[in-house]
Nanobody, 119 residues
Framework: QVQFVESGGGLVRPGESLRLSCTAS????????LGWYRQGPGPEREFIAS????????RYADSVKDRFIIGRADAERTVYLQMNNLKPEDTAVYYC????????????WGQGTLVTVSS
């Protein structure tokens, strides 16, 4: 079945960096766009970044553009999120899913990985 396992979160200071990883299974990884999402204190899970199946196209939320970079390693069935210049408002639980901008498996989420940005 479809599964997502996120890792790499932690506590960092403003301006520092983190790299998140997500390993997925249960679908044809190399043919599928992938995305990162996050849920902060509010009720909504928001889109952060997407990458096309080929890796040639990416899309970012305005709030993270020019700071975050999404990448993929199909042989490892892993999608990455390099987060630079982190800000306190980036504090959230981060999730990955299949799909471009909109999650393909909207009812299936991993446990997420918590990122806390605080001085």
């Amino acid at each position: 079945q479809v599964q997502f396992v996120e890792s790499g979160g932690g506590l960092v200071r403003p301006g520092e960096s983190l790299r998140l990883s997500c390993t997925a299974s249960g679908f044809t990884f190399s043919a599928t766009p992938l995305g990162w999402y996050r849920q902060g204190p509010g009720p909504e899970r928001e889109f952060i970044a997407s990458i096309s199946a080929s890796g040639g196209d990416t899309r970012y939320a305005d709030s993270v553009k020019d700071r975050f970079i999404i990448g993929r390693a199909d042989a490892e069935r892993t999608v990455y999120l390099q987060m630079n210049n982190l800000k306190p408002e980036d504090t959230a639980v981060y999730y990955c899913n299949a799909g471009y901008i909109f999650p393909k498996f909207s009812q299936i989420w991993g446990q997420g990985t918590l990122v806390t940005v605080s001085s």
